[in-house]
């Protein structure tokens, strides 16, 4: 449905092994050429799904009917909505962007001026060839990667390889900021080629004020402004640095 959840008449249980769009689909009418009309049902998710496995053969076009199967399901959201896990259906709605990398954890949150952490990257599928990561950090100013570039083949594309990403150091209380870790596919394998990912990471700022001793976190609050009355000023002052 349009709130995702699982319509009334959907089928149910182990056998199912995915939900699509099926309620209040756009579609062909009958009464001329050109008519249309809002209709439900299973033949209404199954040209979604269809239509993805299109999109994945497209650029993956040697991709057996498996591995065409075993991409939709991957790439599927997974346990978003409790109401589809019912009946002992899967918790997977259709999701048509796909991925060849798989990034564990797939976001990071970093102290600034603190340890790295280990981000794991392997290959969903096997690749009918080598292919090469190229691992970089586009704002050098915040963030840094301890190797430029890795490497899978057809034997070691699951085992996940290490990506130590570190913040960067500051003396400025500037708040917190993000930075993007880009990961860059290049094969001879087609489906594996010029395949594009991101990273997000969150740096948290922890510089303190060398003369009021505050962070970006734990603000020096005023608790009050110089009150002027009539042709009085009580006086006022404050350190704001």
């Not at 809002?38 to 299109?54: I, Q």
């Not at 399901?73 to 019912?86: F, G, I, N, P």
């Not at 290959?123 to 840094?144: S, Y």
């Amino acid at each position: 449905t349009e709130s995702d959840a699982a319509s009334w008449f959907s089928n149910y249980g182990s056998c199912v092994d995915l939900f699509a769009p099926g309620s209040d689909v756009l579609s062909a009418g009958i009464s001329s050429d050109s008519s249309t009309a809002y209709m439900s049902g299973t033949s209404m998710a199954t040209p979604y799904v269809a239509g993805v496995a299109a999109l994945y053969l497209q650029s993956h076009p040697t991709a057996a009917p498996q591995r065409v199967t075993d991409a939709i399901l991957d790439a599927a959201t997974k346990d978003a909505h409790v109401s589809l896990s019912a009946n002992g259906s899967p918790n997977k709605l259709l999701y048509s962007l796909f991925a060849p990398l798989v990034l564990s954890p797939d976001s990071l949150e970093l102290t600034e001026g603190g340890a790295g952490s280990t981000v794991l990257v392997s290959l969903k599928i096997q690749p009918t060839t080598d292919v090469e990561v190229t691992v970089t950090v586009p704002d050098h100013t915040e963030g840094a990667v301890d190797v430029s570039s890795l490497t899978f083949t057809t034997s070691n594309w699951a085992i996940p390889q290490a990506v130590v990403v570190s913040p960067m150091d500051d003396p400025e209380i500037d708040g917190d900021a993000t930075f993007q870790v880009n990961f860059f596919l290049s094969s001879a394998d087609v489906s594996m080629h010029n395949v594009y990912l991101n990273m997000r990471v969150t740096t948290l700022d922890n510089d303190i004020c060398s003369s009021c001793g505050n962070t970006y976190a734990d603000p020096r609050v005023i608790s009050a402004l110089p009150i002027q009355h009539r042709s009085s000023t009580t006086p006022f002052s404050d350190n704001l640095n």
